[in-house]
């Protein structure tokens, strides 16, 4: 049977202080400080593993080429608009910025449907910054691809800019 008349004293810390800080508190008041500094950069990693993205770079944003494409039922229409105007530039950023458009780390795909519409949004920057290329597909109420936030909300946005080309 184990000798119960022995309490373990608490071992000083390596930095000297003494053991639940140095007013005597517990050791969760010596070590909260120290986890609360450290919880921000956990959210984040986790927000990051989780696939929320990162946020698209508008700065310096010269054009904006949009498209999409609709898979069924024949013919196959699709749609395009170019925004060069500082107003339309604007309306664009503030509508990715409500929406809380991001570009993912990872590229969702459809898991076998049939249809649906395919956009592509490509990002043109002057001042040597490369192009930026979102897309998204959504069919049958599921929207996959390389976006991150409302990309819901912001195709309801994007459609009705898009005007349809001439099959041919």
Do not use: H
């Amino acid at each position: 049977m184990p000798d119960r008349t022995a309490v373990e004293q608490p071992r000083a810390p390596r930095d000297g202080t003494t053991p639940g800080g140095a007013d005597g508190g517990s050791i969760v008041s010596a070590i909260m400080p120290r986890w609360a500094s450290v919880l921000p950069l956990c959210l984040v990693a986790a927000a990051t593993i989780a696939g929320c993205g990162s946020p698209v770079d508008t700065s310096n944003l010269t054009q904006v080429q949009m498209s999409s494409s609709q898979a069924l039922p024949p013919p196959y229409g699709s749609a395009q608009a170019v925004l060069t105007s500082a107003t339309s530039l604007a309306t664009f950023r503030k509508a990715m910025s409500s929406d809380g458009i991001g570009l993912s780390g990872t590229t969702t795909s459809s898991d076998g449907c049939a249809g649906g519409t395919e956009y592509t949004i490509v990002l043109v920057r002057s001042g040597g910054k490369g192009s930026t290329t979102l897309n998204a597909y959504d069919c049958g109420g599921q929207i996959t691809g390389n976006m991150t936030g409302n990309v819901a909300g912001f195709l309801d946005y994007v459609s009705p800019l898009l005007v349809a080309t001439p099959s041919g």
